[in-house]
């Protein structure tokens, strides 16, 4: 079966899907991927989606599960490189992403998710004292 890479980026994942997803390679990301969390101790997942071109009401749902499975993890999860026909899609099915952070591109995201995490250490830091 067929799998999508998981690479390793300091403390990040990321995930670039490149190929349209079904629904069973897209149940054996979720597992992989909180495998991986797991694994790597990952403080962040950036799941770059800048290849699908099609989405259905399950894959939506998938990407929301995954973003709720990290954060369980202690993990912070975004999705990006959404085209403009995937969140027309997704609008369209009703599906809102609440709680999945989104950005343009993985650039953006990686940024992001430098910028939450330094906040989220620097809170840690203040309650220890």
């Excluded at 709680?99 to 998710?113: E, K, N, W």
Aim: hydrophobic share 50%.
């Amino acid at each position: 079966m067929y799998r999508i890479p998981i690479l390793r980026v300091e403390e990040f994942l990321l995930v670039s899907i490149q190929t349209d997803l079904d629904d069973a390679l897209a149940v054996k990301l979720q597992d992989d991927l909180t495998t991986a969390i797991a694994t790597h101790h990952a403080r962040g997942v950036i799941i770059d989606i800048s290849g699908l071109e099609i989405v259905d009401s399950f894959i939506g749902r998938m990407l929301a599960d995954i973003s709720t499975m990290a954060r369980i993890q202690d993990c912070h999860a975004i999705v990006v490189g959404m085209q403009p026909a995937v969140a027309i899609t997704l609008v369209e099915l009703g599906l809102s992403l609440s709680g999945v952070q989104t950005a343009l591109h993985i650039d953006q995201g990686m940024r992001f998710l430098r910028r939450f995490l330094a906040g989220r250490d620097e809170e840690a830091s203040d309650e220890r004292e």
